[in-house]
């Protein structure tokens, strides 16, 4: 089959703002490829390896692409994307670098599996390791717990900083029998690390259906069906739901979704903006004293987020960097 691929060459920071945009208008498959340079600052205390190949992007910029599957009106498709990126820029403030569009048909076998050779095996804390599944890995200790993940082209590998940020903290959060929801679940790692950390139940969200069935998958995959309950749905829906069945009302069921509300730890993952969507969703869905992990935050944007959170009655406990990415610790006064 032959595809389409759009390009955008932009800054790094709105990588995952600008690949949104590709997947709303249905696009196939999308990567985010940064600066390739490896005179960035990066974390190694876990003893990762980046050996990405070096390419000709200027640090702090990135390339994202786009693959639709023979599309009837490609100047359509590029109109779109070009009013997606106007609204990053004008309407969200961010600047948005060149912005330059390229387009090009490829085959198939180009992006579908070349990207893989690059996605290895890697240790993400203490205990952490994500594994792709095409691989082979030897546990280096006992107590190391793998991550088998197959993310698909829509979805990270898990090794950004936003997740990894996510993945260190779960494994300081996480106690024994848990319960917990994954908000924005993806590829569904941070789900799948919860349940091997120990928690007793898990409920992963995504209102993308593809990304349900990319975290189904991968769930299945780490023999995790009976622990974790992934479901098409954001909090609000999770929240009305229980609150039909505790009303009583005539035909009202008990919401089938794993976990029992309120929950003691929520995690998300996303980009600001949508945080602070339904940060009260998360304060009512979660128990008195509860903790919130939230990643996905630029720099630019942990100010908001904070007072987002802290508006909404959660007290602010500690905050965690790695690159020009926030991730934040939260409790519910």
């Not at 590709?22 to 340079?37: M, P, Q, R």
């Not at 990319?214 to 009305?240: C, H, K, P, T």
């Not at 035909?251 to 009260?280: D, S, W, Y």
């Amino acid at each position: 089959m032959r595809w389409q691929e759009i390009s955008i060459h932009t800054r790094e920071e709105v990588g995952e703002l600008i690949a949104s945009g590709f997947h709303e208008l249905g696009a196939g498959g999308v990567t985010i490829e940064e600066s390739g340079t490896l005179n960035k600052e990066r974390d190694t205390s876990y003893g990762q390896l980046y050996d990405t190949p070096l390419n000709d992007i200027p640090e702090g910029e990135a390339v994202i692409q786009a693959y639709f599957a023979e599309p009837e009106n490609i100047d359509e498709l590029i109109a779109q994307i070009s009013e997606h990126v106007r609204f990053v820029r004008d309407e969200l403030g961010y600047d948005v670098g060149k912005a330059e569009i390229t387009t090009r048909e490829v085959d198939e076998e180009d992006w579908a599996h070349g990207w893989k050779q690059y996605y290895k095996p890697m240790r993400i804390s203490n205990r952490l390791t994500i594994k792709p599944t095409w691989e082979t890995y030897e546990k280096e200790s006992d107590d190391e717990i793998i991550l088998e993940l197959d993310p698909g082209m829509a979805f990270g590998t898990g090794t950004h900083p936003t997740t990894s940020l996510c993945l260190r903290l779960l494994e300081e959060y996480v106690m024994p029998d848990a319960e917990l929801i994954d908000v924005g679940t993806g590829s569904g790692v941070l789900a799948i690390a919860a349940a091997k950390l120990g928690a007793r139940r898990v409920l992963a969200l995504d209102l993308d259906p593809v990304a349900v069935k990319n975290a189904s998958e991968n769930v299945e995959l780490n023999g995790l069906s009976g622990q974790i309950d992934v479901m098409e749905s954001d909090l609000l829906g999770i929240l009305r739901s229980a609150e039909a069945a505790s009303s009583g009302g005539e035909g009202a069921a008990a919401p089938a979704f794993g976990v029992r509300l309120p929950v003691q730890l929520v995690v998300a993952n996303i980009l600001a903006e949508i945080i602070l969507l339904f940060t009260k969703d998360v304060y009512d869905v979660m128990g008195s004293g509860g903790t919130y992990l939230t990643s996905g935050i630029y720099k630019d944007k942990e100010q908001a987020v904070s007072a987002g959170l802290t508006e909404a009655g959660f007290e602010i406990e500690r905050v965690e960097r790695d690159q020009d990415w926030v991730a934040i610790v939260a409790k519910k006064r």
